[in-house]
């Protein structure tokens, strides 16, 4: 790897979403947002339902967009490593799936009969489809 490059891995419990060398990746800490740039001191970090960006080290690669429903960020010797409970490439985001969910989570938020539980869980599912949504526009051409 060359001096001014990170290495960004994202893996979920299914498995690897994402592993390429970067610029730079930004994301949504619990505490706020957060950038990193190569040789950024260790750091270990919470990370909430938001979109991962990652600029790729070729100066023509776009900006990758990676949704993912939190998890935790760990930044040691130019490597980024993000284990997510859900991770999914901009490119691989089923809109209309994300699309339902968001209809179902918003139907659950407005039956006042739904327990406290209920309403937390359809709280989550709305925020992760509406950052699904949202990555998916930026799926490349």
């Known amino acids: ?61 776009p900006t990758d967009y990676i949704a993912i429903g939190g998890g935790v960020m760990e930044v040691r010797d130019n490597v980024v490593t993000i284990i997510a409970n859900v991770a999914e490439r901009a490119r691989d985001i089923d809109v209309t799936r994300a699309e339902q969910a968001k209809d179902k989570a918003e139907k659950v938020l407005s039956d006042e009969s739904r327990s406290k539980s209920d309403v937390e869980r359809a ?9 699904r949504i949202g990555v998916s526009k930026h799926r490349r051409k």
């Open 123 to 131: 709280k989550i599912a709305l925020s992760k489809a509406i950052n």
């Open 1 to 61: 790897m060359a001096e001014h490059e990170l290495l960004v891995v994202v893996t979920t419990p299914e498995g690897k979403v994402y592993n390429h060398r970067s610029y730079s990746v930004s994301a949504d800490a619990v505490d706020g947002g957060i950038t990193i740039l190569p040789h950024h001191a260790p750091i270990m970090l919470p990370l909430k339902i938001g979109a991962l960006r990652v600029k790729r080290f070729l100066e023509d690669s």
